[in-house]
């Protein structure tokens, strides 16, 4: 795609716009072929700022202009000004071309909620705020209030203390085979699954390092997870030896959660589920993505509807506090029929979480060829099968706490967490909305210390290797434990408030 951007208005910006009507597109500067151009400009004259949007494409042209209207440009800043301007612009041409509009307007970025979030702080309703979100971002209105009534769940659970605590992420890059649309790191070769027990090994030394660093900063572990790939993959001896390398490094009695993100049902048995409660896991994730055999198939999930429901039963059993259920909107092959059919299923079983997913594909997964044409914005099956989701889990009594978007996403949708009333993930929370710093552990984690100084949060993101092999080679080189402390050690003491820890 050609890209012309004119006056005052991010070259980024316009990108992110772009690709709302043009998903995975490229933006080089010259040589382009593709025969798309768009042209985004801004004008500010006086007080009035002006963006205009053209969209050139081999089966027409598409133009149109929008000013920002005098009492809306009154409280914005100049940068959100030209902004407003450019972005109403390229909705207004995108709709001419796509016959659609994106759902969630100009919001472009990951959290939305967190912006939501400091709007309350500022306005005088969460109406207010809805209001706001449609006429300056052209949200549509129930995408503004499904991020309102989120922000309003997830304030209450943001306090100043949970600012000064931390967690832990521990990451199982491993699973059992992948799926097709998965995107995640994640190994299932039989070279590969024989790096388990050394990566367990290095892992549990790592668990030990991390949790070290943090009793030397002085921090207290709010929440510690367990994520993958698919942490059941390990058996139930490696799964012991590292939940009880956890417990020796904290007392997980005084942990405000311990989720293990168990994951593929074919992967969960009872056993496993006795350790992890034993261990003091109080939440566990059990993810069929969808209750269809024959879609379970076609996305190359090794197991069944019947799987599930053996698997969470185990879990049930177990007696781990908080259950989680996933499942995915928009799956190819999958209407908003089988859908919703699915999802009564999940909440006849009243789950304490349920997520859902809208599908996404990225680069590197095999479906990702098959399945661009469900990037599109006008995708009637996955809209109506994510609204119909949240009327379901609103009237099972669920209440929305966790909310995040992605890039080429099947109809510029939403990934959306549901609580039972008093039981959030407080994990998703804090990752999500960066409240505290995160330590990972594991090939592919990433550590994000977080720390606040008055308004200003400072973030310094530390990844550890993508992959196992890199992971467990790094581990000749030494220092890793002293590398980290020094490296978040010097993080607290230039950032105000956090010097307290030290």
């Excluded at 992110?16 to 400009?41: H, I, N, Q, W, Y």
């Excluded at 449609?134 to 949970?162: G, M, S, W």
């Excluded at 896991?281 to 996305?299: F, G, K, M």
């Amino acid at each position: 795609m050609k890209l012309i951007t004119n006056g005052p208005v991010s070259r980024y910006f316009a990108e992110t716009l772009a690709l709302l009507f043009f998903p995975g597109a490229k933006f080089p500067r010259e040589g382009d072929d593709s025969g798309v151009c768009v042209e985004l400009s801004v004008t500010e004259e006086d007080t009035q700022v002006c963006g205009r949007a053209s969209i050139g494409t081999p089966e027409g042209n598409y133009v149109a202009s929008y000013t920002v209207p005098p009492d809306t440009a009154a409280h914005l800043s100049r940068e959100m000004r030209c902004k407003t301007a450019a972005g109403g612009a390229m909705l207004l041409a995108g709709g001419q071309y796509s016959g659609a509009t994106p759902p969630w307007g100009m919001l472009t970025g990951v959290r939305p909620v967190s912006m939501v979030l400091n709007m309350l702080d500022r306005e005088t309703s969460p109406r207010a705020v809805v209001q706001r979100l449609c006429r300056e971002f052209f949200c549509q209105e129930d995408k503004a209030r499904l991020a309102v009534e989120t922000a309003c769940n997830t304030r209450p659970l943001i306090t100043e203390d949970v600012q000064r605590m931390c967690s832990v992420y521990i990451a199982i890059p491993f699973c059992p085979s992948r799926c097709a649309y998965c995107s995640f790191v994640s190994f299932t070769s039989a070279r590969l699954l024989s790096l388990i027990p050394e990566y367990l090994s290095r892992l549990c030394a790592q668990v030990r390092s991390v949790f070290d660093t943090i009793r030397r900063l002085g921090l207290t572990v709010a929440t510690v997870y367990i994520g993958g790939g698919t942490p059941t993959i390990l058996d139930a001896g490696q799964l012991d030896t590292l939940l009880a390398t956890v417990g020796e490094c904290w007392d997980v009695s005084r942990l405000q959660e311990f989720t293990l993100e168990a994951g593929r049902p074919d992967t969960i048995n009872g056993t496993k589920l006795a350790v992890c409660a034993r261990r003091g896991v109080t939440r566990i994730s059990v993810n069929p993505q969808t209750l269809s055999d024959e879609v379970l198939a076609s996305i190359g999930r090794k197991h069944t509807a019947a799987d599930f429901y053996r698997a969470y039963q185990d879990a049930r059993d177990s007696g781990i506090r908080d259950i989680n259920v996933d499942l995915i909107a928009g799956l190819p092959g999958e209407s908003r029929e089988c859908f919703v059919r699915s999802l009564d299923r999940v909440l006849s079983l009243a789950p304490e979480n349920l997520t859902v997913h809208t599908f996404y594909v990225k680069r590197g997964a095999a479906l990702t060829r098959e399945a661009r044409e469900l990037y599109r914005i006008r995708d009637e099956e996955t809209t109506a099968a994510v609204s119909a989701s949240v009327a379901a889990a609103r009237r099972a009594g669920y209440a929305p706490y966790y909310l995040y978007r992605q890039k080429n996403t099947a109809a510029n949708l939403e990934n959306t967490g549901y609580m039972m009333p008093g039981h959030p993930c407080l994990y998703n929370i804090y990752m999500m909305e960066e409240i505290h710093s995160i330590f990972g552990a594991g090939a592919s984690a990433m550590t994000k210390l977080v720390s606040h100084s008055g308004d200003r949060k400072n973030i310094l993101r530390l990844p550890e290797k993508k992959y196992p092999y890199e992971y467990l080679s790094e581990w000749n080189t030494g220092g890793r434990g002293e590398r980290l402390y020094a490296t978040a050690a010097d993080f607290y003491k230039n950032s105000g408030e956090m010097k307290k820890h030290l």
